[in-house]
T-cell receptor, first 114, second 112 residues
Framework: EAQVTQNPRYLITVTGKKLTVTCSQNMNHEYMSWYRQDPGLGLRQIYYSMNVEVTDKGDVPEGYKVSRKEKRNFPLILESPSPNQTSLYFCATSSLAGVDNEQFFGPGTRLTVL | GENVEQHPSTLSVQEGDSAVIKCTYS??????FPWYKQELGKRPQLIID?????GEKKDQRIAVTLNKTAKHFSLHITETQPEDSAVYFCASANQAGTALIFGKGTTLSVSS
């Protein structure tokens, strides 16, 4: 079954404690991206990757890191989480190297930073 | 920077009525405009999209229109049903095709 998975789905943590949210896809998609969703602000792109070892900043990259060492995985790393990073995070993938085609979203990760 | 404005932020209709959501975008080089539906607690899912070489696209009860000159595009849902209740997001792709710029969303409520 074609799918995008994220782990964990829910996480409560404390300020400064490093964490990683994983994203994995089994569709052999080129493009992967991370978004955060906040009430009244819609979806904002954090980082994206056009292919393995190719990553770049989106609109709101501050406080986040990513890596793309293999095609199927695109982890989001928060080195020192802060309360303003409390949000709902979505990973998304698409078959072509870009966004001008259907984006397949993961189930979301709800993060709370105390 | 690039921006997508979406209106209204909330919309309440009776079952069977039509619903229209409108978006404007700022980047005149944008050429791809998708609409995503997000049900409560779920992930966003593509419902329809349109490219700049087309003025209108229809899929059963939903349609999207695009006016490139005015930089407007709209989602039309006819014969609304309670299961259409959700948050709808419009988006435009930047010229490089590396990012979708999303509107802030419209919460549609369809009452029976």
């Amino acid at each position: 079954e074609a799918q995008v998975t994220q782990n964990p789905r829910y996480l409560i943590t404390v300020t400064g404690k490093k964490l990683t949210v994983t994203c994995s896809q089994n569709m052999n998609h080129e493009y992967m991206s991370w978004y955060r969703q906040d009430p009244g602000l819609g979806l904002r792109q954090i980082y994206y990757s056009m292919n393995v070892e190719v990553t770049d900043k989106g609109d709101v990259p501050e406080g986040y890191k990513v890596s793309r060492k293999e095609k199927r995985n695109f982890p989001l790393i928060l080195e020192s989480p802060s309360p303003n990073q409390t949000s709902l995070y979505f990973c998304a993938t698409s078959s072509l190297a870009g966004v001008d085609n259907e984006q397949f979203f993961g189930p979301g990760t709800r993060l709370t930073v105390l | 920077g690039e921006n997508v404005e979406q209106h209204p932020s909330t919309l309440s209709v009776q079952e069977g009525d039509s619903a229209v959501i409108k978006c404007t975008y700022s980047d005149s080089a944008s050429n791809y405009f998708p609409w995503y539906k997000q049900e409560l607690g779920k992930r966003p899912q593509l419902i329809i999209d349109i490219r700049s070489n087309v003025g209108e696209k229809k899929d059963q009860r939903i349609a999207v229109t695009l006016n490139k000159t005015a930089k407007h595009f709209s989602l039309h849902i006819t014969e609304t049903q309670p299961e259409d209740s959700a948050v709808y997001f419009c988006a435009s792709a930047n010229q490089a095709g590396t990012a979708l710029i999303f509107g802030k969303g419209t919460t549609l409520s369809v009452s029976s």
